[in-house]
């Protein structure tokens, strides 16, 4: 596998259930990101780690909950989930440094439908 | 803030018409920039960048020029094919003086492009 990989690439899940994604990137980069893409809505930056520790949280309901292991592992764990959370989730990484022109490179997403 | 405004969509063309979508942005320091295209059903792709003022970024035919004094980074395409059908996205990293960013992208809200045969 190369880039950024992300499964399930869809998932239908019920109000009560507890779900996680999962993203996974092959790029040797040192820092993650959580998107959340919706129709009609700019992308919305939801998450950022750096070197595993957190580093942004842009006002996220506390039931969505991101876990990041190792620099090459992401994970948004879901529970008690609303209709209106229905989106596509993207997962993206990027080296960051001095000279680093910082683009970030995208997963292709988990099409999330909460029922 | 940062801030991007991209022209709003959706955009309809004729396969090989000359393509623009406009792109103006809002950043203090020294922002890197950024298109990125979202073909159907996909994530999305690095389409291009430039990281200082007057820097072309061009790539499969697309060019993008880094424009400081006006603030924009439109996106040309001489002639455009069916299969550029997509959203295109332009966005931003703001770094401060020292070359260090804040490892945040700010996007555009994107445009539809539509080309037909």
């Known amino acids: 596998e190369t880039g950024v990989t992300q499964t399930p690439r869809h998932l239908v899940m019920g109000m009560t259930n507890k779900k996680s994604l999962k993203c996974e990137q092959h790029l040797g980069h040192n820092a993650m990101y959580w998107y959340k893409q919706s129709a009609k809505k700019p992308l919305e930056l939801m998450f950022v780690?750096?070197?595993?520790?957190?580093?942004e949280n842009n006002s996220v309901p506390s039931r969505f909950s991101p876990e990041c292991p190792n620099s090459s592992h992401l994970f948004l764990h879901l529970h008690t989930l609303q209709p209106e959370d229905s989106a596509l989730y993207l997962c993206?990484?990027?080296?960051?440094?001095?000279?680093?022109?910082?683009?970030?490179?995208f997963g292709p997403g988990t099409r999330l439908t909460v029922t | 803030g940062n801030s991007v405004t991209q022209m709003e969509g959706p955009v309809t063309l004729s396969e090989e018409a000359f393509l623009t979508i406009n792109c103006t942005y809002t950043a203090t320091g020294y922002p890197s920039l950024f298109w990125y295209v979202q073909y159907p059903g996909e994530g999305l792709q690095l389409l291009l960048k430039a990281t200082k003022a007057d820097d072309k970024g061009s790539n499969k035919g697309f060019e993008a020029t880094y424009r400081k004094e006006t603030t924009s980074f439109h996106l040309e395409k001489g002639s455009v094919q069916v299969s550029d059908s997509a959203v295109y996205f332009c966005a931003l990293v703001r770094r401060n003086a020292g070359g260090t960013s804040y490892g945040k992208l700010t996007f555009g809200q994107g445009t539809i492009l539509t080309v037909h045969p």
């Open positions: 780690y750096n070197f595993k520790e957190q580093t």
């Open positions: 993206a990484s990027s080296q960051d440094g001095l000279d680093s022109s910082y683009e970030q490179y």
